[in-house]
């Protein structure tokens, strides 16, 4: 029912920006919890950030604390990730996910949709 598509990856120097998009489509991203997960190669994909069903509040992972952030646009139905001061260590595919709970997850197998991913390369 619920449909994800990623997008805004690309390549970035070190210290560089991007800003990903999750557009959804079945239902409203605000009515949902929504969560934003990476995957480095050769590693497990790991909880970025996430916004309850409330819509109130957005949680970060401490490594993107005070560097990434969680926005909506409801009337497009679209949610963001900003990707600020980008790190190489930053470097993964970053995964849109959704959940039929009001409440986030920081784990993968809770949620119920996802995007097909977009790819993130920080060099230098």
């Known amino acids: 029912q619920v449909q994800l598509v990623e997008s805004g990856g690309g390549l970035v120097q070190a210290g560089g920006s991007l800003r990903l998009s999750c557009a959804t489509s079945?239902?409203?991203?605000?009515?949902?919890?929504m969560g934003w997960f990476r995957q480095a190669p050769g590693k497990e994909r790991e909880f970025v950030s996430g916004?309850?069903?409330?819509?109130?509040?957005?949680y970060y992972t401490d490594s993107v604390k005070g560097r990434f952030t969680l926005s909506r646009d409801n009337a497009k139905n679209t949610v963001y990730l900003q990707l600020n001061s980008l790190r190489p260590e930053d470097t993964a595919v970053y995964y849109c996910?959704?959940?039929?709970?009001?409440?986030?997850?920081?784990?993968?197998?809770?949620?119920?949709?996802w995007g097909q991913g977009t790819q993130v390369t920080v060099s230098s």
């Open positions: 996910a959704a959940r039929n709970y009001y409440l986030f997850s920081t784990l993968a197998r809770d949620y119920d949709y």
């Open positions: 079945g239902r409203s991203s605000s009515s949902i919890s």
């Open positions: 916004i309850n069903r409330s819509g109130v509040g957005t």
